[in-house]
T-cell receptor, first 111, second 109 residues
Framework: SQTIHQWPATLVQPVGSPLSLECTVE??????LYWYRQAAGRGLQLLFY??????ISSEVPQNLSASRPQDRQFILSSKKLLLSDSGFYLC??????????FGEGSWLTVV | RKEVEQDPGPFNVPEGATVAFNCTYS??????FFWYRQDCRKEPKLLMS???SGNEDGRFTAQLNRASQYISLLIRDSKLSDSATYLC??????????FGTGTRLTVIP
């Protein structure tokens, strides 16, 4: 079965600082990978998805970016964080083309 | 109109009660449907898929009504451990998944 690892679990960053969240997947190959954000009291917002190495689709304009340097690695980055970037970030993987599974999540607080 | 809508609750029910949540979706071409459970400050976890004929997993029953475009989740004999937020998820096509904002359930002793 597949496993999704995501880190760091928690981070507090000042406004204007960079960000890097990493996600790796085990137990599957060529997965569809996703980054979601869940703000307090809100639903899950799809930020990026990737169907393969180097292939990134962005769902919303923002100061975040994503990269997929390897088949089972997905990275979420920012050069300069904003207060509004605070939230719960979730990496996810599509299993058997139908069901989505999530990593443990990363809590980001921008101060 | 939102793709997926859920009553945010909260639903506060006593132990042993039966509780039901509904979720409506707007796209009639939606293909797959799911219920996820999310505990506080944790990632959502798949609770069950929802099949056209309805399906049951222990105390949980999920149903789909394509004509009225809603899915439901019924929890019988509620336990304290059922307290969580329940998200409905609708997949329109491969990378087009839509999440409800979740319904919060608290089971009271």
């Amino acid at each position: 079965s597949q496993t999704i690892h995501q880190w760091p679990a928690t981070l507090v960053q000042p406004v204007g600082s960079p960000l890097s969240l990493e996600c790796t997947v085990e137990g599957t190959s060529n997965p569809n990978l996703y980054w979601y954000r869940q703000a307090a009291g809100r639903g899950l917002q799809l930020l990026f998805y990737s169907v393969g190495i180097g292939q990134i689709s962005s769902e919303v304009p923002q100061n975040l970016s994503a990269s997929r340097p390897q088949d089972r690695q997905f990275i979420l980055s920012s050069k300069k964080l904003l207060l509004s970037d605070s939230g719960f970030y979730l990496c996810a993987c599509l299993h058997s083309g139908n069901t989505i599974y999530f990593g443990e999540g990363s809590w980001l607080t921008v101060v | 109109r939102k793709e997926v809508e859920q009553d945010p609750g909260p639903f506060n029910v006593p132990e042993g009660a039966t509780v039901a949540f509904n979720c409506t979706y707007s796209n009639s071409a939606s293909q797959s449907f799911f219920w996820y459970r999310q505990d506080c400050r944790k990632e959502p976890k798949l609770l069950m898929s929802v099949y056209s004929s309805g399906n049951e997993d222990g105390r949980f029953t999920a149903q789909l009504n394509r004509a009225s475009q809603y899915i439901s989740l019924l929890i019988r004999d509620s336990k304290l451990s059922d307290s969580a937020t329940y998200l409905c998820v609708v997949k329109v096509w491969a990378n087009n998944l839509f999440f409800g904002t979740g319904t919060r359930l608290t089971v009271i002793p």
